[in-house]
Structures are given as C-alpha cells and as structure tokens.
C-alpha cells in the first residue's frame, strides 16, 4: 500500500492517545502560510540593497530588519518577483525503484562481498524483480572461476523452468568487466560463459551502487 513504517507507528499513536481513527488523504497537514506584501517587500528590498541569495538573506534580514522569514519564503517572494529562478539540479530527486522488472528470471544481480576478519568471499545472484536469492556461495578467492560457478549453479537449478535472459553486474575484474574498449564493448571469459547460457549481460553504471 506504499505507506512506510514510521507513518503506521504515526497513525497508531494518535489511535491509542485520541481512540480516534486519524484523517488520512491529502492537504490535511498544517495550512500553508499566504503571501504576505511586507515580507515581500522586505526581501524585495534587502535583494536591491545586498545582492544576496535566498540562504544569505535569512541571516542578514533577521539581523537588519529584525523579522525572522524563513530562506525557502525568501526565495518564494524572489521568485514571484522574478528575482530568483528555480535551480533544476536542486529539483526533488526520483525515488529509486527497488523492483524494476515485473516477472522472475527475467534478470538478475550478481555480486561479491567480502565477510569483514573472516576471509570468507560471498558470490550470490539475486532475482530482480523477487529479490530471492537464486544462486551463491562461500569462497576463499574472489575470481573468474568462482564466478562461473555460481552461474552454473544458476543454471542447474532453473534452466528447466526459465532460463534468465539478461544479468545486471559491476566492472569487477572477476567478471572481466574492468577493461572497456573505447567504443563501450568488452570481452572476457566470464561474458563467455554467460552468453553460452544466453545471457545477456548489463553493466552497472561506474560509481553507481544503486544499479546493482
């Protein structure tokens, strides 16, 4: 239902305090403040006289014109008086989507982690769309080989029901995925294997964990 958990504990509490079930839905937090000309004026007038950003003129207006307005209203009042424009790399960012395919097997993530003080290397696959773990192991290297392996423990357990069209990891050199032409293309013996099973891989984006 896309409601979070600190939002259910929200709702219980009031239930519990007021034995009310709260309103839910939308607009029903605290009003919004309404324009106001004489802050507007305010801000319009410290804009003219120190030339300053909305964050810079919090300070200076509760100090020169001993108001308190806040810099996010400072900027609305600049921006109503086209003093101020909309930064669009400051814009709300997308939230990630954690599941992006709909149907199993129809990708997968593969990666490597490393047990800290045990030495132990751990290899798993994981479904894209269930998050069920579908393939892995513990190893004492990280490698190609180990690698393979876990793709053929995939395949042993799966390919009678669906095999995984596509396999989304990193530029790991385990995966030989370290060493890309200039045109974007690359080969190694573990893009081999998967494309003996007809797998297509998909490399993550460089320093972008969230891919994978």
Same mark, same amino acid.
């Given at each position: 239902?896309?409601?979070?958990?600190?939002r259910?504990?929200?709702?219980?509490?009031?239930y519990?305090?007021?034995?009310?079930e709260?309103?839910l839905?939308e !607009?029903?937090?605290?009003?919004?403040?309404p324009?106001?000309?004489h802050?507007?004026?305010?801000?319009?007038e410290?804009?003219?006289?120190?030339?300053?950003?909305?964050?810079?003129?919090?300070?200076?207006i509760?100090?020169?014109? &001993?108001?308190?307005?806040? /810099?996010?209203r400072? /900027?609305m009042?600049l921006?109503?008086?086209?003093?101020?424009?909309? !930064?669009?790399? &400051?814009?709300?960012?997308?939230?990630?989507?954690?599941?992006?395919?709909?149907?199993?097997l129809?990708?997968g993530?593969?990666?490597?982690?490393?047990?800290?003080?045990?030495?132990?290397?751990v290899?798993v696959?994981?479904?894209?769309a269930?998050?069920?773990?579908?393939?892995?192991?513990e %190893?004492?290297?990280? !490698?190609?080989? $180990?690698?393979?392996l876990?793709?053929?423990?995939?395949?042993?357990?799966?390919?009678?029901?669906?095999?995984m069209?596509e396999?989304?990891?990193? /530029?790991?050199?385990? %995966?030989?995925a370290?060493?890309?032409?200039d045109d974007g293309?690359? !080969?190694?013996? %573990?893009?081999?294997?998967?494309? &003996?099973?007809?797998?297509?891989?998909i490399?993550?984006?460089?320093?972008h964990?969230?891919? $994978?």
């Open positions: 239902m896309k409601v979070s958990t600190r259910v504990q929200q709702i219980l509490k009031e519990r305090e007021t034995g009310k709260p309103s839905g !607009n029903l937090g605290r009003p919004a403040k324009y106001d000309e802050e507007a004026q305010i801000v319009k410290a804009h003219e006289r120190f030339r300053f950003g909305a964050r810079m003129l919090e300070p200076v509760r100090k020169q014109y &001993k108001i308190r307005i806040s /810099h996010n400072i /900027h009042y921006k109503a008086q086209r003093l101020a424009q909309e !930064n669009q790399k &400051k814009q709300k960012r997308r939230k990630w989507v954690r599941y992006e395919r709909e149907h199993s129809s990708a993530h593969i990666d490597w982690h490393e047990v800290d003080g045990t030495g132990i290397k290899c696959v994981l479904d894209d269930s998050r069920m773990v579908l393939a892995g192991g %190893f004492s290297a990280i !490698n190609t080989e $180990n690698s393979k876990v793709i053929d423990q995939l395949v042993e357990k799966y390919w009678w029901l669906c095999p069209r396999l989304i990891l990193d /530029h790991g050199s385990e %995966f030989g370290h060493r890309i032409h293309s690359w !080969n190694s013996d %573990f893009k081999s294997h998967l494309e &003996k099973y007809g797998i297509r891989p490399l993550a984006r460089v320093k964990p969230q891919t $994978n």
